[in-house]
């Protein structure tokens, strides 16, 4: 498995005590998330080499939030002794392909043994010469950005669990596409805030408005025009998707295949906009998920 | 606890997707682990500081031996609901005080359910000007030079085992001391090649052996003299105290606190040299752990 993770070559000190990643930027980005078998993923609903894709895409969606690009990922790998190879492979397979994907490398990593499979994910990115987009840079005046899709990873986990297993959705479920280079792009256009959709829209635009100090309205019209078949409590509910939520500037143009779906006002918490909205006190919030 | 855990204040970015970590140097090492309770530790044996002590030091203990200084941490913690909140506390003290006596923050982090308590632990570090030490520069010539202790865990390991509950080495057991300044300083001396002692140093050597295509001879009694105190297949086979041994070339004066133990020659493999040892072959060797 190690041999098979480590294509391509990784950098120097991989295998060693530590790996060596190139840090041009001055700084790097990191990330860390764990996920266990039956409780973040399961193998009878994803396969293998899905759970490795999306492992290693939710981290590098925080990375590119950052606006940064992801350039290496650790992997800590907890399985029983009796996990079959194949699973093993499989979900190495889908660790490097995600890495390939982005460019980033597989530099480091530890296999123990565990009763559920546990993937503990580190991923790396370089800010290049921007600087890092936090969630507390949002102004008033500035408008919301979105990048990439919301709601389709909870239509499919829906889908899942009433026993679809195939299709466009189920597949969005299983294996998510992160606007990567859509967090770069909103960093060098200025964005004063960005956030990776996890957990919910409404939920995550509401970490940006907490650390902003800000209120930011949502257009749920505006979403649903993204999204036109979609319920929309899982437009404003369903995380997963790992889009990018960014406030720019008014009147900065948002960069190719973002779209406008909001803005940003003096206040507090997240207002929602549109047809059925109905206001989201700051604390009141609860998400269908 | 991410309050308690946050304490020094991290730098700009954590509790953001990403952390946003200083790299003065162009480059940073970086290494993993994953810890579960259960297997790598026993509540009944450790206290939680103790546990969070000793995890971040295993990893600072890989980062020093890259010769780099540790400077931040990543924590993917897994934890029953019905974790105690004392144990979970008195983990991130432990981590805590172990990266304020390294000088290392805790810059971000991921808390899920688990059934046993797993810690994902990432650490960083700064090589500042040095170039990172790998294992595979040694050099037939070379010294082969020890910095910290060894056998002294896995004595107290086995005193656990027998029951015994306290004394010093039950407590080298539960939390190590690895010599974290003595890796810049051996980088700084031109040290060739350089590992983080965790399985024992004739295992460990054997790595370094293998990585530079040497062979490197192990003085028995030179470890000896330094541990008189514990039996001979403690001293080669104990990991776990996260020493240092690193190979210099022949003429350069150890650091401060390090102490020549042996030699590398053209060759493979590990050659134990002194009253009472025997060949150990490349492939032949078992450790006792």
């Not at 266990?36 to 399961?42: D, L, M, T």
């Not at 499979?117 to 979105?146: C, F, K, M, Q, S």
């Not at 509910?237 to 720019?248: K, R």
Request: charged fraction near 20%.
């Amino acid at each position: 498995m190690t041999q098979r993770i480590g294509t391509p070559p990784p950098p120097a000190g991989s295998g060693d005590d530590a790996a060596v990643v190139p840090a041009p930027s001055s700084a790097l980005v990191a990330t860390t998330d764990l996920l266990v078998e039956g409780v973040h993923f399961r193998l009878d609903w994803s396969s293998p080499y899905d759970v490795g894709r999306k492992a290693a895409a939710q981290n590098f969606a925080d990375v590119a939030a950052m606006g940064a690009r992801p350039t290496a990922l650790l992997l800590g790998l907890g399985c029983p002794p009796d996990a079959p190879l194949a699973v093993l492979d499989g979900i190495a397979d889908g660790l490097r392909d995600e890495c390939a994907l982005v460019g980033a490398v597989v530099v480091g990593g530890d296999v123990v043994r565990t009763d559920a499979i546990t993937l503990a994910i580190t991923a790396l990115g370089d800010p290049g010469e921007l600087t890092p987009v936090t969630r507390a840079g949002a102004r008033p005046g500035d408008v919301l950005v979105l990048a990439g899709t919301v709601g389709r990873s909870a239509d499919g986990l829906e889908l899942l669990r009433r026993g679809v297993r195939a299709g466009p959705l189920v597949d969005a479920h299983r294996r998510p596409s992160p606007p990567y280079a859509a967090g770069p792009a909103l960093a060098a256009a200025g964005a004063t805030a960005m956030i990776d959709i996890s957990d919910g829209i409404v939920a995550d635009l509401r970490h940006v408005a907490a650390a902003s100090g800000v209120r930011i309205t949502l257009d749920v019209d505006a979403l649903a025009v993204l999204e036109p078949s979609l319920e929309r409590r899982l437009l404003l509910a369903g995380g997963e998707d790992h889009a990018l939520a960014a406030t720019l500037p008014a009147g900065t143009p948002p960069p190719p295949g973002t779209a406008v779906v909001g803005s940003v006002e003096a206040g507090v918490g997240v207002l929602l906009r549109g047809e059925g909205a109905s206001e989201c006190a700051p604390s009141g919030w609860d998400h269908f998920g």
